[in-house]
T-cell receptor
Framework: GEDVEQSLFLSVREGDSSVINCTYT??????LYWYKQEPGAGLQLLTY?????DMKQDQRLTVLLNKKDKHLSLRIADTQTGDSAIYFC??????????FGTGTRLTVIP | DAMVIQNPRYQVTQFGKPVTLSCSQT?????MYWYQQKSSQAPKLLFH???????NEADTPDNFQSRRPNTSFCFLDIRSPGLGDAAMYLC???????????FGPGTRLLVL
């Protein structure tokens, strides 16, 4: 079955770049996603990438996909305290077929 | 603004006392989902509706039921909550063939 793995914790200093990593097992994934969850809140879609792309950039966010290694990363440039949250990687073949990782808790140190 | 709304945001119930959580959407999406998320875990899909067609995940306990009276509303009923059912419950919506789901803010359920 599908398996999506992430490291549980990441701490960075304010202003540095953060890199959150994810590995997945399903080679038939069509889309790979990053969601952000702030304390006590729902999941907010940050960005997603088609499996035939290897990079997507959106302002401070850069997504890199290595399809051969089934590795996805999210880079946040100039990390701010407001970026402190849990970041979930997810993969799937469409909206009705998402599998989430366990999330990476990002702590930004002022 | 088009959105997914969940009420209440916090719900306290007693062990064994039925409870209903509510989700509504103004996005006019035809698919609605319910997830359970326990602390430090990934959201776990319980079931989803494609229009009026109900799709239950194989490992969703019978204690969990759902109703979708119309396109806008979907309810999660927990018939006899146990202590292990304390969690955040997330509602999400999507269109068929769309790339992703849109989530509500969640309802945190506490079982005493």
């Amino acid at each position: 079955g599908e398996d999506v793995e992430q490291s549980l914790f990441l701490s960075v200093r304010e202003g540095d770049s953060s890199v959150i990593n994810c590995t997945y097992t399903d080679s038939s994934s069509t889309y790979l996603y990053w969601y952000k969850q702030e304390p006590g809140a729902g999941l907010q879609l940050l960005t997603y990438i088609f499996s035939n792309m290897d990079m997507k950039q959106d302002q401070r966010l850069t997504v890199l996909l290595n399809k051969k290694d089934k590795h996805l990363s999210l880079r946040i440039a100039d990390t701010q305290t407001g970026d402190s949250a849990i970041y979930f990687c997810a993969e799937g073949t469409g909206a009705n077929n998402l599998f989430f990782g366990t999330g990476t808790r990002l702590t930004v140190i002022p | 603004d088009a959105m997914v709304i969940q009420n209440p945001r916090y719900q306290v119930t007693q062990f064994g006392k039925p409870v209903t959580l509510s989700c509504s959407q103004t996005l006019n999406h035809n698919v609605m989902y319910w997830y359970q998320q326990k602390s430090s875990q990934a959201p776990k899909l319980l079931f989803h509706y494609y229009d009026k067609d109900f799709n239950n995940e194989a490992d969703t306990p019978d204690n969990f039921q759902s109703r979708r009276p119309n396109t806008s509303f979907c309810f999660l009923d927990i018939r006899s909550p146990g202590l292990g059912d304390a969690a955040m419950y997330l509602c999400a919506t999507s269109r068929v063939l769309e790339e992703t789901q849109y989530f509500g803010p969640g309802t945190r359920l506490l079982v005493l």
